[in-house]
């Protein structure tokens, strides 16, 4: 059975500063997907990563995919209030259709 | 575009008695998943359909049934609620193609509780 743990599972973070938020998976996937969720709403994409190596970046997001250590990192450069929210990464249990299968989920707190 | 649609959002029900919940996906969108999200257990798959047939199901009991209509609209039905049944219910569409990936487009949710 696929297994997503994300660690840590909160963290509270000063603004201005850099942290990285990990995501290891138990079973052979290459389809990595990072949301955002802000308290009483839904899921906001932030990145879909598809291959070994694949990085993408958007403002002070980057995402990175390691699937031969079954490892996605979500690394949060010079950190904004805007920033606080709860992260979530997903991977993609079947090929040619759709289950996802989340972390735990990451508490974000940054802190003015 | 209109994104995805959801309704009620909110419902109050109690235990015994049963729900049904609505999605409507993107235009254009024929793949619909849906997802159940706890404190507790987190975000947790429930099922995926596709041209009105289920093609993925999570690990749910039998109380928890959906289908497809032609128009890909979406509707998720829990029978016998029980109050572990509380929760935020995801809907989620996507444009599928078979020799490509489309990623979902997350609906606002239903926010289900069961007294």
């Known amino acids: 059975e696929l297994k997503v743990e994300q660690n840590p599972l909160f963290l509270s973070m000063q603004e201005g500063k850099n942290y990285t938020i990990y995501c290891n998976y138990s079973t052979t996937s290459d389809r990595l997907y990072w949301y955002r969720q802000d308290p009483g709403k839904s899921l906001e994409s932030l990145f879909v990563?598809?291959?070994?190596?694949a990085v993408k970046q958007e403002g002070r997001l980057m995402a990175s995919l390691d699937t031969k250590a079954r490892l996605s990192t979500l690394h949060i450069t010079a950190a904004v209030h805007d920033l606080s929210a709860t992260y979530f990464c997903a991977v993609d249990m079947s090929s040619g259709t759709y289950k996802y299968i989340f972390g735990t989920g990451t508490r974000l707190k940054v802190l003015a | 575009k209109a994104g995805v649609t959801q309704t009620p959002r909110y419902l109050i029900k109690t235990r015994g008695q049963q729900v049904t919940l609505s999605c409507s996906p993107i235009s254009g969108h024929r793949s619909v998943s849906w997802y159940q999200q706890t404190p507790g257990q987190g975000l947790q798959f429930l099922f995926e359909?596709?041209?009105?047939?289920?093609?993925n199901k999570g690990n749910f009991p039998g109380r928890f049934s959906g289908r497809q209509f032609s128009n890909s609209r979406s509707e998720m039905n829990v029978s016998t609620l029980e109050l572990g049944d509380s929760a935020l219910y995801l809907c989620a569409s996507s444009f599928f193609i078979l020799t490509s990936y489309n990623e979902q487009f997350f609906g606002p949710g239903t926010r289900l509780t069961v007294l």
């Open positions: 990563l598809l291959s070994n190596g």
């Open positions: 359909y596709f041209s009105e047939t289920q093609r």
